[in-house]
């Protein structure tokens, strides 16, 4: 989760319950290091500490934490990774915490291209069936754009097909040809019986 979401109780309670979390560490966090544990060689792991959180609001997660310190390979910025996980690996602590912003950017696409405004329905069934379709219709563009070989961004093909939904063409022709006339007549598409 995001470090902007900074709630000792609720880490708490996770970790009461037997869930895990992986976060970000404020920068004003004030905590006492419990154990210094020897990262792993030749990795991106500066530091793997047991930590126990002290201030005013320590006293909701009285457990003990873990604070991995890590070089982020893609940008070079030192960070500090929270979490209640005393067993993974530091690089794999690490690797979850990189693994959350594809998450980020997935929901953003998912957001910004199919326009889930309000829901049909509001029952779960309803609400779980018009999300699958979303994800159902995302995947297909994915697919699209893979295949297209027109060179749009992701978003002006899911614009472009919007406005073409109503018009009668070959996929994969118009993928490779968008801005063909399309035929005036669609071809009868349904077979002969042989009576």
Known sequence: MDRGYNDYEQYGNWTMEGVFFVTRLKRNTLFH????????????I????????????AKK???TL???????????????ILTNNLELG???IS????????????????????????????????????VWTALTALLLLKWMHYMSSSGW????????????????RDLLEWLND???TPPLEPLPEQLLLGL
């Open 90 to 92: 530091a690089s794999t």
């Open 66 to 80: 873990r604070l991995v310190r890590a070089v982020d390979p893609e940008t070079g910025e030192k960070i500090g």
């Open 33 to 44: 290091v419990i154990e210094e544990m020897v990262p792993p060689s030749r990795r991106h």
């Open 95 to 130: 690797g979850i915490y990189r693994e959350r912003w594809r998450i980020e950017e997935f929901f953003r696409l998912l957001k910004q291209n199919l326009k889930i405004k309000s829901f049909v329905g509001t029952n779960e069934n309803a609400i779980l069936t018009q």
């Open 46 to 57: 500066l530091s793997d500490e047991l930590i126990v959180l002290t201030g005013k609001d």
């Open 61 to 63: 997660c009285p457990d």
């Open 178 to 180: 968008p801005f063909k």
């Open 153 to 168: 961004s992701f978003s002006t093909l899911a614009s472009m097909l919007r406005m073409n939904l109503f018009t009668y």
